[in-house]
């Protein structure tokens, strides 16, 4: 008898295929850890050196600063039309290679007036634009799996830059802050863009599939003679709904809180009588729950509806900040850290994922931008309202009490607000 040989395996052919989408949203996350240098934090690494070699006062580099920001934050308007005529491969590939531009220019700055020029392009197409097309990017490949999609999303981009960070402060250590910022430039021009190009696609349909991984769709004749037409609501009509404010206004104000808290966390501690040591404990616990409230974001978003898990979101930080003037143990402020990280996550998940679900994909690049806008603006503005706040009142405690009420009245107002219906 001829002894015949077991089958081990299945062919590879047999085997199913990865969803593209999954590798884009792998860009995409490493496209977001690439705003470092237009990102507070990043700049935050060179900031010190920065200063003493150019000669400039903390108080006109923070002027500077902030018009920057403001200015940057119209980036995301902008890019978001682009977006939706051109695709995300030709806008993420032409965005990295200006943000490497720009960091290079920023590297090789002179005189205040040069540094600002360089601030507000590295803000504006580094914290702004580039930050709207990663988004959006997994918003045009994930929408019934929107939320999952966006809860991996995150974690991804939460450990790259926890890997960042101190790899470019390292380069600044080592290497100074202008050979470390040419590298990041670098990175974004060899790294970045290239794998733009080579991994991501104007959407699902230009690969014959549709979004989610389902069964692919045919391309037709008349698809293939004319751009796609994708389903979903209009721009305007999309910014005339209440859920829309709801959403934006909940993420920006979110976004003052977490700027404003994260510039003076320190001086805001030691007001309830902390030492330094407690406040960098308190960056790990808010970075840990973070990452928790990105995955139970994701796991609840399909299972609660949408405004309700928003309003839960709002809620928590509510609490968070209307306790804080209360806290006098390290068990109370680890406490605090972790409702704020917390509160936080399941935000940001909402924020990432909310768009295409509630809006479809047809003008998504320009809703993603103008929702953007609104966060970077108020994100700019916080460290300002805390300051001013601290002035006025002569406690952080009282500003505290504003915030949350504020934080309060739109966790009210998204319980009550109607989910948009579904445009063709």
Do not use: K
């Not at 500077?64 to 005529?85: Q, S, V, Y």
């Not at 974690?155 to 470390?180: C, D, I, Q």
């Not at 709002?314 to 209307?322: H, I, M, S, Y």
């Not at 068990?331 to 509160?343: D, H, I, K, T």
């Amino acid at each position: 008898m001829t002894p015949t040989t077991p089958t081990l395996a299945a062919s590879p052919r047999t085997l199913p295929r990865v969803y593209h989408g999954w590798w884009v949203l792998l860009v995409a996350a490493a496209a977001m850890v690439g705003t470092l240098p237009g990102r507070t934090q990043g700049l935050g690494l060179v900031t010190e050196p920065l200063l003493a070699e150019l000669g400039l006062e903390r108080v006109a580099y923070a002027r500077t600063n902030l018009w920057a920001t403001l200015i940057g934050a119209l980036f995301a308007l902008g890019i978001g039309r682009w977006l939706d005529r051109l695709g995300g491969r030709v806008v993420l590939t032409g965005v990295a290679l200006t943000l490497s531009a720009s960091t290079w220019l920023l590297s090789t700055a002179r005189s205040s007036g040069e540094l600002a020029v360089a601030l507000t392009l590295t803000r504006g197409f580094g914290q702004s634009a580039l930050s709207v097309v990663s988004i959006a990017l997994v918003g045009q490949w994930f929408v019934r799996r929107a939320e999952r999609a966006m809860a991996l999303y995150s974690v991804v981009l939460s450990v790259g830059f926890m890997l960042a960070f101190p790899l470019v402060g390292g380069w600044v250590t080592a290497l100074g802050w202008r050979t470390a910022f040419l590298l990041v430039g670098l990175a974004l021009a060899l790294g970045l863009a290239p794998l733009a190009l080579l991994v991501v696609r104007r959407n699902p349909e230009a690969c014959g599939l549709a979004p989610d991984g389902d069964a692919p769709r045919a391309r037709d004749a008349s698809r293939a003679a004319g751009p796609l037409e994708l389903e979903g609501h209009a721009f305007g009509a999309a910014l005339r709904t209440p859920a829309f404010w709801v959403l934006a206004l909940g993420t920006a104000l979110y976004g003052l809180v977490a700027s404003g808290i994260g510039l003076f966390n320190e001086s805001i501690l030691a007001e309830r009588g902390f030492p330094a040591g407690v406040y960098h404990q308190t960056l790990a616990v808010t970075a840990l729950a973070g990452l928790a409230g990105n995955f139970l974001g994701g796991a609840l978003a399909g299972r609660v509806p949408l405004l309700r898990l928003a309003a839960a979101a709002q809620g928590v930080l509510a609490l968070g900040l209307a306790a804080l003037p209360f806290v006098a143990t390290r068990a109370q402020v680890f406490a605090w850290a972790a409702a704020m990280g917390l509160g936080g996550g399941i935000v940001m998940v909402l924020f990432f994922s909310a768009w295409p679900r509630l809006y479809g994909r047809r003008a998504l690049g320009r809703i993603q931008g103008t929702a953007q806008a609104v966060t970077v603006l108020c994100s700019a503005l916080g460290p300002l309202v805390l300051a001013e706040g601290v002035a006025r009142s002569g406690s952080y405690g009282t500003v505290f009490f504003g915030l949350a009420a504020a934080v309060g009245a739109l966790a009210l107002a998204a319980l009550v607000t109607p989910l948009p219906r579904r445009a063709a």
